[in-house]
C-alpha cells in the first residue's frame, strides 16, 4: 500500500512560530555577513541574534548561512530569503513613514469656550504657530457638554460640569475673578478715599448669561450686597467685558480673559482678582502619548497659563 507522503511533506505551512524579529535578526546579519555586527545594529546580544538565525533556520529547514572560522556566508537559500526581507521590510518602513507622516498632517481640532478662545488663546496661536510650524492646530468655538466623535480631538472646558469618568483631564489654570472697568471711568464706578474701596452706588454693573450669578458670588466673597445696583445684562461674556473696555459699566472678568487688556491699560481691576473655586481643564478621550503632537500642544497650553 502506497501513501502519499510527498503530499504530506507539501502542505506543511510554515509560519506559525516564524517571527518578525527573527527575520529581522536575519536581515540584519545578511547585510553584515557578521552575527556580532548585527547585533551591534539591532542592540542585541551576538548569542540573541545567533540563537533567532538557528531557529530561523530550524523552521525552515534550510541552512541560511555557512559558518566558517567565526565568519558567516550567505548560502543561495540565505541569498533568495535576504532579497525578500529587503523587499518585505522596505514596504513596511514606508508604509510606517505614510502612517506617521498622516498622522502628523492630521489637524488637532481644539474646542475652547468662546471667551477664552477670542480673548486668551487666539491672541496667542501666533506664537503657537512660530513653536510649531508642522502642528496643523484647528480652533472651534465650544462650551459645555461636547463630544470628542464631531472630530474634537482636544476640549479646554471649565469644571462647572460633569464631563463622565471616561474623558482624561489635564488642569489649567485656577480661575481668579474681579471688577474690572475702564482706567478712566474708575471714579464712577468705585470710591477709594484711601480709607475704604467700594463700588459706587450708582455704578452700573455689566451681566452675562453665561454666568449670572458672577456678580452675586463675588459679592457675597466681599461679605457686602448688591441689591439696588443698577445692572445691565449681555448674552455673552465677551460682549460684557468689551461694554467694560468702552466705558458702559464695571464688569465681573475672569483673569484670563481680561490680563491682555489690563497689560494694554484699557481694562483696571481696583479690588484684584481672588479665585472662585473653579478652574479650566484640557480634555481628551484617554491619556496623551508623551512626545506626540497633542501632548505638545497641552503642554504649551499650560506653560502659556500662568505667563
Known sequence: MKTDRTGEKYS???GRQLSLGGLRCFEAAACQESFTLAAHRLSLTHGAVSRAVR????ELGVALFERR????????AGRKLYQATQQAFGILEDTIQELYQQAQDAPIVLSCEPTLL?????????AFQEAFPDINLQLVAGGGAFSFRDGTTVAIRRNDFDWGSSVHSEPLFIEKVGPVCKPEMLD?????NGVEKRLRDDALL?????RPQ??????ESQGIALANQPQQHFDHFYFSLQAAVAGVGIAIGPWQHVRDDIKAGLLTAPFGFQQDGSGYCVLTPQKVMPGSPVAK??????????S
Open 118 to 126: 477670542m480673548r486668551w488663546l487666539i491672541p496667542r496661536l501666533p
Open 297 to 306: 500642544v497641552i503642554a504649551w497650553l499650560q506653560s502659556n497659563s500662568d
Open 69 to 76: 572560522h567565526r565568519r558567516v556566508f550567505l548560502t543561495s
Open 188 to 192: 464712577q464706578f468705585v470710591v477709594d
Open 206 to 210: 455689566l451681566h452675562t448669561s453665561t
Open 214 to 219: 458672577a456678580w452675586h458670588d463675588w459679592a
Open 12 to 14: 506543511r505551512k510554515v
Open 55 to 58: 531557529a530561523l533556520e530550524d
